[in-house]
């Protein structure tokens, strides 16, 4: 008797386990669809504050050049002021990580680029870096 219980106990539990192959059921609200074309749709469109021109951002790994670090917000906001009075078309962007800020500039997307514009910036600041890290790609003037 204990047996046949132990058997159907083992029959049970191995079709209680079993598996469909090759079906596979999708569930979605079909809203889901219609909200991600509309958030592609204001992203090509609508200006943001990472995206100010309201063309499409592409980011990609390029590099960026730092030009200061410290624990003194006000004189990280201060160097990123003079740096913008000097390159009012070149993006800066201040990172806070505990207990410092940085402050880095430029997109580029070679190291070469990047070490060009370290070149030009020696003389105005003493420590100078190369950061490889994700960009904002530059937008690319098209032949009309």
């Known amino acids: 008797m204990r047996i046949v219980v132990l058997f159907s106990l083992l029959f049970a539990c191995h079709f209680s ?7 596979v059921t999708v569930v979605k609200d079909p ?6 074309a509309k958030r592609i749709e204001l992203n090509k469109v609508k200006p943001t ?5 309201g063309n499409t951002i592409v980011s990609s790994m390029g590099f960026r050049v730092q030009i200061y670090y410290g624990a003194d917000r006000r004189e990280a906001f201060s160097e990123q002021a003079k740096f913008k009075a000097s390159y ?11 207990p410092n800020y940085y402050l880095r500039v430029g997109d580029y997307r070679t190291r070469l680029e990047a070490q060009k514009f370290l070149n030009e910036l020696r003389p105005s600041y003493p ?5 490889r890290e994700k960009i904002n790609a530059p937008i690319l003037e098209v032949d009309k």
Do not use: M
């Open 49 to 53: 504050v990472t995206n100010p021109s």
């Open 88 to 98: 009012p078309k070149l993006n800066t962007y201040i990172t806070y990580k505990e």
């Open 17 to 23: 386990f079993a598996q469909n192959k090759g079906e």
């Open 127 to 131: 420590t100078l870096f190369i950061f």
């Open 31 to 36: 809203l889901i669809d219609s909200l991600i």
